[in-house]
């Protein structure tokens, strides 16, 4: 949603917000990508913990034989096709703020003993503590810790190995076991978001020096408190106006900040709904593609390696350092340049073949990503697909629009049983192709993740949206507005004018 052209606000040298409240970072317990089951989401929702957005809405209480006729539809499921709406950078981007706003620590074997003690480590907010950490002084292995003008005030920037006398590229920095040290290990689990992350530290760091050349009064403290404002703000702006926008359309976006609506408990404590976190905003694996064009000069790398030994620069599997030759060319993720990204794939039920089976070291019975989704939704109690619709007024999809009646369903019953129930994850996937073509969300899903994401905004007293609604992107080149190619150009670009 692009609003209308403004002056840049001028920066508030001295100003600084204070610092976010970050006290539960996370740990170092990864579950399977798509496995991960919150604890506690039918628990009145306290600091840190899940609930629910339709608390009285009936459960999905699909049979067996009903979940494995669903899966046989999903797995005969043929893809709409590509999204050139939205660039394939934004599915990781996407996966970059899940990651800020939910984080569970618990040993898997924990969370599926006691389903009912749900907690998320991570702050209900959009404001990068997987980036910051608990700060320099609680964490100060994620800083620059070399005496000087950005000892605690830069994050700690890492190094590609050395190789054939060449210089080293930037990368996470790394323990000397290739672990990356930064504030959420899953930001290291592939290539393309480890990449992302680094694209964020580095964006901090540029906006450090910026306010450097422009407020001559700041630093240490003061300064890394006014850059993080900056940057926290920023990427506010761009979760709604570049990417939301794309996620759910224009009309639908607007619609929600003028509702203004918050997810809050009882005791005024915001929370993150499990219909977001277990099934609307689950439908960014339907656009992860195969394999992706890293840079000019590789080309179709696939997500996962093919083979047990493989070459370092033939997968984008992470938790290793980055090899040079697959540094990212964000020309070919983000609008950044006058070159094409590649496109992310529609929004459909169908997913790419490698998350049909998922490798040993993401799933050890190597399931497919859908069946982990629909197990999740069962423990987590969610509400169907159309329980939800009749809540927001919308339409239920019918057979046709849900595909139950194009694939062959062992019996009329099973049929049935899954147009009246349908697994709320299956039902956004399929309403946005029925209704969008793969664009964009439908109205349910689009609703449930719009509503989460502003209202995670609107309850943190921080964000520029609680503090100053009025406020408009400031950085060089902005303009009123501020987007993922934005962050890249003034990353990776030329310098502002200033700034040595």
């Not at 404001?127 to 994620?142: A, I, K, M, N, T």
């Not at 064009?293 to 033939?314: H, M």
């Not at 999809?397 to 009246?420: C, H, K, N, W, Y």
């Not at 003034?490 to 310098?495: D, K, L, N, P, V």
Request: hydrophobic share 40%.
């Amino acid at each position: 949603m692009s609003p209308p052209a403004t002056a840049a606000v001028p920066l508030r040298c001295g100003a600084a917000v204070a610092a976010h409240d970050t006290r539960h970072a996370p740990g170092n317990t990864l579950a399977p990508h798509g496995a991960r089951v919150p604890r506690g989401a039918d628990a009145p929702p306290t600091r840190g913990r899940f609930g629910k957005m339709f608390p009285g809405l009936s459960h999905q209480a699909l049979s067996e034989d009903a979940i494995s006729a669903l899966l046989e539809v999903i797995d005969a499921s043929a893809s709409v096709g590509e999204n050139s709406t939205i660039p394939a950078g934004f599915t990781y981007f996407g996966q970059f703020v899940d990651h800020d706003i939910t984080y569970d620590a618990t040993p898997q074997s924990q969370k599926l003993l006691d389903p009912h003690a749900a907690t998320s480590f991570r702050t209900p907010r959009l404001d990068l503590d997987s980036l910051y950490g608990s700060g320099p002084r609680d964490q100060p292995f994620l800083y620059d810790s070399r005496p000087g003008k950005d000892e605690g005030v830069k994050l700690l920037v890492g190094a590609t190995r050395p190789w054939n006398g060449r210089a080293t590229l930037p990368d996470l920095p790394r323990n000397d076991q290739r672990r990356a040290l930064i504030g959420d290990p899953r930001n290291d689990e592939s290539i393309i978001i480890a990449q992302v992350h680094l694209l964020f530290i580095r964006f901090h760091n540029k906006v450090v020096d910026y306010l450097r050349a422009q407020c001559c009064g700041l630093s240490g403290t003061e300064l890394f408190d006014e850059a993080r404002r900056v940057v926290c703000w920023h990427y506010q702006w761009i979760v709604v106006h570049d990417l939301l926008r794309r996620y759910v359309g224009e009309e639908l976006l607007k619609s929600v900040l003028r509702a203004g609506e918050t997810f809050t408990s009882e005791e005024d404590v915001p929370f993150i709904p499990v219909e977001f976190s277990g099934a609307a905003y689950r439908f960014g694996h339907s656009m992860v593609r195969d394999s992706y064009n890293v840079n000019a000069g590789r080309r179709g790398v696939p997500i996962f390696a093919e083979e047990d030994n493989p070459s370092e620069l033939a997968h984008l599997g992470g938790f290793r350092r980055l090899p040079r030759g697959l540094v990212i060319d964000w020309s070919f993720f983000f609008e950044s340049t006058t070159r094409r990204p590649q496109s992310s794939l529609a929004i459909d039920t169908y997913l790419a073949a490698p998350l049909r089976e998922l490798p040993v070291n993401v799933d050890a019975e190597r399931n497919s990503l859908a069946l982990l989704n629909l197990r999740r939704a069962s423990m987590l109690d969610l509400p169907t697909g159309q329980a939800v619709a009749d809540a927001m007024d919308e339409p239920r999809l019918d057979a046709a629009q849900l595909r139950l009646d194009e694939v062959r369903i062992a019996s009329s019953e099973l049929r049935g049983e899954l147009l009246d129930a349908t697994p709320l994850w299956y039902y956004v996937l399929r309403e946005a192709a029925a209704l969008t073509d793969g664009r964009r969300l439908g109205p349910v899903g689009g609703r449930i993740v719009a509503k989460t994401l502003v209202g995670l905004l609107l309850s943190d007293s921080q964000s520029y949206l609680a503090q100053d609604p009025g406020w408009r992107p400031e950085l060089p080149g902005a303009d009123g507005d501020f987007t993922m190619a934005d962050l890249v150009r003034f990353t990776e670009g030329q310098t502002p004018a200033g700034v040595a």
